[in-house]
């Protein structure tokens, strides 16, 4: 470890003039050693684990009519959730960001509260508030229109859960956006529907898709404001993390393993995923 | 670009020919011209008016219900109602164990997320960005799956499973598996406020002070610290919110023992499933209090932070 380090410093090129501070070893070393111990440490007991598995039997987990249902659900819950985010998203990051209205700092200030609230808090609320009696269950209840314990609630659920995503990385980019480029366009005789298709829409569109895909990524882990409202019919309402939690209470450490280390290698690729789109928004605004 | 789909309504008023390849449209200006500036960069006000009503409509469903649906049925039995249910005896205990977890958790990534920091942002070394990446990794992981890790680990069929019988320590489904669990979720909020506030700071403040003689602690004491107070700050309220509210991670490793196990979360969904509604709710309002209160502390901290930003230039 310490060789390492003392190679590691005399590699780095040090900022220009001035002599470097002190602290690289100790702090890049308890940051190391932390890291493993709680984070590397037991996410590779996962892998370890669903190494003991026989190929075989890691693929009959996986291919279980059950498990196959719940990713389904899964998949096409977080992403209708998380296109329902992104239209919802959208429209609220341009309303803050370009009209002024009573209440708008108060707004652009809840819009986070998902982030804050504890999602059981979320789970409970949004199921009292859809139940059949719930303030709007009792309006959708005569239109036939189920949302506790339904597919939909999920939806509901995992929009409320990925909204604040899309709104806080598309707001600051149209914040930045220059508005003498539509001032420009619009003298220029573009109407402003052109100018929404084609000058705004294009610049936006990384941090949606960033957006996006974080609602998505969260959306396929969330747990806590999903379980409630969904009421986990197997087949019907069981989503990924919460067919999981059931194994691990059988006492079925095989099943629950090799399910969770499916869903953790498609969450981390949906992360190298962000990490790119990141990375070309980054890039398109220093272009632009 | 078509000039064909311009607005028909909008009389050409002047004759502007700039041939981009972007924007070739010319001969047409919006009526709004009089005005010194054009503002037809904007909606017409009926439009305006429609998204924001509709903004405000929607957020109204999925912000402002959920939250003021907490307190309503918190209060459905009136204030003595709400105050018998505070004095509810599982629901005391999982406050307190919710403060103990949270006090034990939140300082360790606080000191943690400094370091991190203090690394990361003051010095350039190889592997840098992989260690940025790994730091945020929690955030990737789906809440169960954070549980059932350390279940793995710690469990009965973990590596660790006989030297921890043999000395009798128990650390799933007691409350150091909800430490360890809470912990490893709150893991990147300090580390993740400071790693680009610090980065963006640079290194100029703090050689000086070195130049001048301070020692390395008193350089961060007296220079970093004063200069990362409010990103700190803001980092340990979204930490110690998530603490406090962690559900998936720590109902995975608690085993759910009333009055032993059970944080405030969890003992909102004991009470709910007991349709012990009243209790549930009054629990729950205090975490929405809770989220409340760090909404504000965040707007206040980013207000602070922008009037800073404004008067330094």
């Known amino acids: 470890m310490a060789t390492t380090i003392a190679t590691i410093r005399k590699r780095r090129t040090g900022f220009s003039g001035g002599r470097a501070l002190p602290g690289f070893g100790l702090t890049l070393g308890y940051t190391v050693v932390y890291l493993s111990l709680l984070v590397l440490i037991p996410l590779t007991m996962l892998f370890v684990k669903s190494h003991e598995l026989s190929r075989h039997a890691f693929l009959g987990i996986i291919t279980d009519d059950r498990v196959v249902a719940s990713f389904k659900l899964s998949f096409g819950a977080s992403l209708i959730a998380a296109l329902t985010s992104v239209v919802i998203g959208l429209l609220t990051a341009w309303v803050l960001v370009r009209y002024r209205f009573p209440g708008r700092r108060l707004i652009d200030g809840f819009v986070d509260l998902p982030f804050a609230l504890p999602t059981a808090v979320a789970g409970i609320a949004l199921t009292t508030i859809f139940a059949p009696t719930g303030w709007l269950g009792k309006y959708l209840e005569p239109r036939h229109i189920k949302v506790d314990f339904t597919p939909l609630g999920i939806v509901v659920a995992l929009t409320f859960i990925g909204l604040p995503f899309v709104v806080r990385t598309v707001q600051p980019i149209l914040e930045d956006l220059d508005r003498e480029v539509e001032e420009a366009a619009s003298s220029l005789g573009a109407s402003r529907w052109q100018i929404v298709c084609r000058l705004l829409f294009p610049t936006i569109l990384p941090a949606t898709m960033t957006g996006f895909a974080l609602a998505f990524a969260r959306g396929l882990g969330e747990f806590g404001s999903v379980v409630f409202i969904s009421g986990n019919i197997p087949y019907k309402t069981e989503i990924i993390p919460l067919l999981i939690y059931s194994k691990l209470e059988e006492n079925d450490y095989p099943g629950a393993t090799a399910i969770g280390a499916v869903t953790l290698v498609l969450s981390f690729g949906l992360l190298l995923i962000i990490n790119v789109l990141q990375w070309w928004a980054r890039k398109r605004q220093g272009a632009a | ?313």
């Not at chain 2, 005391?92 to 949270?102: E, H």
């Not at chain 2, 969890?266 to 709710?281: G, R, T």
């Open chain 2, 1 to 313: 670009m078509a000039n064909g789909t311009l607005q028909p309504d909008k009389p050409a008023a002047n004759n502007l020919s700039v041939n981009s390849a972007k924007n070739r449209v010319g001969g047409q200006k919006p009526s709004t011209a009089r005005r010194p500036k054009p503002r037809a960069h904007t909606e017409p006000l009926a439009l305006r008016v429609a998204l924001i009503l509709l903004v405000m409509a929607l957020l109204t469903v999925f912000l402002f219900l959920p939250l003021a649906v907490v307190f309503s049925q918190a209060l459905q039995t009136g204030w003595h109602g709400y105050i018998e249910a505070m004095k509810d005896p599982d629901s005391i205990s999982s406050m307190k164990l919710t403060l103990l977890t949270a006090g034990i958790s939140v300082p360790l990534n606080v000191i943690f997320g400094v370091m991190a920091a203090w690394c990361i942002s003051k010095f350039q070394f190889r592997g840098k960005n992989i260690l940025t990446t790994l730091i945020d990794l929690p955030f990737g992981v789906s809440p169960v799956i954070s549980g059932m890790i350390f279940v793995l680990l710690f469990g009965a069929r973990g590596p660790f499973a006989h030297y921890l019988s043999v000395h009798d320590i128990k650390i799933i489904f007691a409350v150091p598996g909800i430490v360890i669990a809470t912990t490893f979720v709150t893991f990147p909020f300090v580390a993740r406020e400071l790693i680009p506030l610090m980065q963006a700071q640079g290194i100029d403040e703090e050689q000086a002070a070195m130049v001048l003689g301070a020692s390395g602690w008193q350089t961060f004491r007296r220079v970093t610290l004063p200069n990362i107070k409010w990103g700190l700050l803001y980092g340990v309220v979204l930490c110690n919110a998530r603490a406090m509210g962690e559900f998936g991670a720590v109902s995975v490793v608690s085993g759910q023992i009333v009055g032993v196990t059970n944080t405030m979360p969890l003992q909102i969904e004991q009470h709910y499933n007991d349709y012990n509604f009243v209790a549930s709710f009054t629990l729950a309002s205090l975490l929405a209090l809770l989220a409340l209160v760090t909404l504000v502390v965040k707007n206040v901290i980013e207000w602070v932070l922008g009037e800073k930003h404004t008067a330094g230039h």
